[in-house]
């Protein structure tokens, strides 16, 4: 079992930055692809970036170049740095882990992700 708590959400202008932090516990995360997924009103949740253990990641599109994600394996968290915020960012944004998440975020198999933290919010006004 992973447990995982989200922090760092707020309410930002268009253009500003966030940092959001996934913190694990339990069994260590390390041997985990850990991953950030984000909802909006209305709309379905999707992948915005995920770490393997190898060190890959990969970014949807729409976040490419604006956000990074990162892992501090001796602290057993996670980051999401978001840079260049839109309007279109403004979603509750969750921490997930799976041995294989790096397949399910390739694959948009959300359904087949372990374990989930309870999000955090993110708005971006303009």
């Known amino acids: 079992q992973v447990q995982l708590v989200e922090s760092g959400g707020g309410s930002v202008q268009a253009g500003g930055s966030l940092r959001l932090s996934c913190a694990a516990s339990?069994?260590?995360?390390?041997?985990?692809?850990v991953g950030w997924f984000r909802q909006a009103p209305g709309k379905e949740r999707e992948g915005v970036a995920v770490?393997?253990?190898?060190?890959?990641?990969q970014y949807a599109d729409s976040v490419m170049g604006r956000f990074t994600i990162s892992r501090d394996n001796t602290e057993d968290t996670h980051y999401l740095q978001m840079n260049s915020l839109k309007p279109e960012d403004t979603a509750m944004y969750y921490c997930?882990?799976?041995?294989?998440?790096?397949?399910?975020?390739?694959?948009?198999?959300?359904?087949?992700?372990?374990?989930w933290g309870q999000g955090t919010q993110v708005t971006v006004s303009s």
């Open positions: 997930a882990a799976d041995a294989l998440l790096s397949r399910w975020f390739f694959l948009d198999r959300q359904d087949l992700v372990q374990y």
């Open positions: 770490s393997d253990t190898d060190g890959s990641t």
């Open positions: 339990g069994n260590s995360s390390r041997n985990y692809g």
